[in-house]
């Protein structure tokens, strides 16, 4: 599930809804510019860790000896202020191991102490055609946004409402990309291109098993979205109220960091509404052995 639920306070505790989450696999830091994954497909490979911070824009990079293995970029907008991811991915033979989640995480707390305050957003790559050609795309990015907590910027249960929709073709698996749903609907964005996450493992699903029963039964469809399991991908993300303990759950090193940031993160307003102003929390503090 996206987001998190507010826990009420109980005396003694410094953040009752603390949980600690790993949105990728754990490593550990052998030097400040290399570390070692610990699980997963790429347990005990070692990875080149790069990265960037400047005024209006900052990137975290892997390589595997002198190749490079992917790169996670986000810009600073405003400066010093907002945090938008734009893009992460990794070469094709290195998908599906976690890797975006790890240069996600790297960069988040690399970036987040130079801040003045943080809003966080992420941006996708948002035309599609409902051509033969349409195929997935956004996937590891989506998944990262899931993991932390964010929720998407269109209003899936209106999108997804059976008398808004036009038709739904299953989008099969190709090259490195699961398969996924295409969804043509009478009102704005037109065409949403959507994938399943196993609610268990919060993966997606490797099998159209799922998706042919939502060509069949268009309901099942917005029942997904609405349990937060179908993730539109065509669509930016923003971190919401609901969606700010999970974030800091991710994010923060311990109990006590997070309940220092969690009064002080300031979220994205709700589409169509007035952004709140409230202070953010600067965070300065690093560790040898990261959850990622």
Same mark, same amino acid.
């Given at each position: ?9 109980? @005396?003694?505790?410094?953040? @009752? ?16 510019? +290399? ?5 997963? +497909? ?107 907590g964010l929720t998407g910027d269109y209003r899936a249960a ?87 303990? +999970? ?5 923060a090193l311990d109990e006590q960091e997070a309940a220092d ?5 300031? @979220? ?10 409230? @202070? ?13």
């Amino acid at each position: 599930m996206t987001g998190t639920t507010t826990t009420i306070a109980r @005396p003694g505790l410094l953040a @009752p809804w603390w949980q600690p989450v790993s949105i990728g696999p754990k490593f550990d830091w052998l030097d400040h510019d +290399r570390i070692r994954v610990n699980e997963g +497909r790429f347990a005990g490979a070692e990875f080149g860790v790069a990265t960037e911070v400047r005024g209006d824009r900052a990137a975290c990079r892997l390589d595997s000896g002198v190749r490079r293995v992917g790169q996670c970029l986000v810009e600073r907008d405003p400066p010093g202020k907002g945090i938008v991811l734009w893009d992460t991915g990794v070469r094709p033979e290195f998908r599906r191991g976690g890797l975006c989640a790890v240069m996600a995480w790297i960069l988040l707390r690399e970036l987040v102490p130079v801040q003045h305050e943080t809003s966080f957003r992420v941006r996708m790559i948002t035309s599609v055609s409902a051509g033969d050609d349409t195929g997935l795309r956004n996937v590891g990015i989506c998944v990262v946004a899931n993991r932390l907590g964010l929720t998407g910027d269109y209003r899936a249960a209106d999108l997804l409402a059976p008398a808004n929709i036009n038709a739904v073709r299953v989008l099969p698996a190709r090259y490195d990309q699961p398969p996924g749903l295409l969804v043509t609907t009478r009102t704005y964005p037109l065409s949403i291109v959507a994938f399943a996450l196993d609610p268990d493992t919060s993966r997606p699903l490797g099998t159209t098993r799922v998706y042919d029963e939502m060509v069949r039964d268009h309901r099942l469809a917005r029942e997904w979205a609405g349990r937060g399991h179908l993730v539109i991908s065509n669509g930016d993300w923003s971190l919401r109220e609901d969606g700010i303990e +999970r974030f800091l759950c991710a994010l923060a090193l311990d109990e006590q960091e997070a309940a220092d940031l969690r009064p002080r993160v300031r @979220p994205c307003p709700e589409p169509g509404s007035k952004p709140r102003r409230r @202070p953010l929390l600067r965070l300065g503090r690093s560790r040898a052995g990261a959850r990622s």
